[in-house]
Structure formats: structure tokens, C-alpha cells
Nanobody, 115 residues
Framework: QVQLVESGGGLVQPGGSLRLSCAASTSIFSITTMGWYRQVPGKRRELVAAITTSTTNYADSVKGRFTISRDNAKNTVYLQMNSLKPEDTAVYYC??????????WGQGTQVTVSS
């Protein structure tokens, strides 16, 4: 079982920045992929960004504005979000896929971009 604890959400004005953090309860070396998804009411959860030991992947809507990174020593993954837009408003969820194939999710953190 992997527990994921997210932090860093909040209210920010358009054009502002936020950094989300996701701390895993186990070594992230036992996790093949970690990522961030987001969801708004009435819509499907969508991938924002994902990271493995060697690659990163971004949704087209966030390329050039968001950066995903990992700190192996802290078992933590980060999502740096710059130039935020109102359409980035959503609940953001941390995701981890264990080497044995199981998927784990965090509890979600609200990001609101509004003036």
C-alpha cells in the first residue's frame, strides 16, 4: 500500500504560480510512474503531467507552463505551475503506479485561478 499526501493548492490570480507537492509513504524507487491529474465537476479526470526515472510527459494544455520533477531522497514529486489560467482551476490528484502494477491516488488538492 502506498499513501500519497498532496499539498500546495490554493487560490491564485491569473498569471500567478503555485507548486504542488506529493509525498509518498514508500521509496519512489518502487514506483514506476508518478503523475498529476486534474478534474473539474462533470468532466473526466485528465492527465496533467507524469514522470518516470527517465522521462516526463505533459498535456498539451500545460506544456511550457508546468514542470514536473522528483526528489528521490524525499520520496516526493512536485508540479511547478506557472502562468496559471482560469481554465487550470480543478482538483489536482497525485497518482502513483507501483512496480507490481497497482495504482494509488492522493486525496486531491484544490487549485483555483481567479481574480
Amino acid at each position: 500500500q502506498v499513501q500519497l499526501v498532496e499539498s500546495g493548492g490554493g487560490l491564485v490570480q491569473p498569471g500567478g504560480s503555485l507548486r504542488l507537492s506529493c509525498a509518498a509513504s514508500t521509496s519512489i524507487f518502487s514506483i514506476t510512474t508518478m503523475g498529476w491529474y486534474r478534474q473539474v465537476p462533470g468532466k473526466r479526470r485528465e492527465l496533467v503531467a507524469a514522470i518516470t526515472t527517465s522521462t516526463t510527459n505533459y498535456a498539451d494544455s500545460v506544456k511550457g507552463r508546468f514542470t514536473i520533477s522528483r526528489d528521490n531522497a524525499k520520496n516526493t514529486v512536485y508540479l511547478q505551475m506557472n502562468s496559471l489560467k482560469p481554465e487550470d482551476t480543478a482538483v489536482y490528484y497525485c497518482h502513483a503506479r507501483h512496480v507490481y502494477g497497482s495504482d494509488f491516488w492522493g486525496q486531491g488538492t484544490q487549485v483555483t485561478v481567479s481574480s
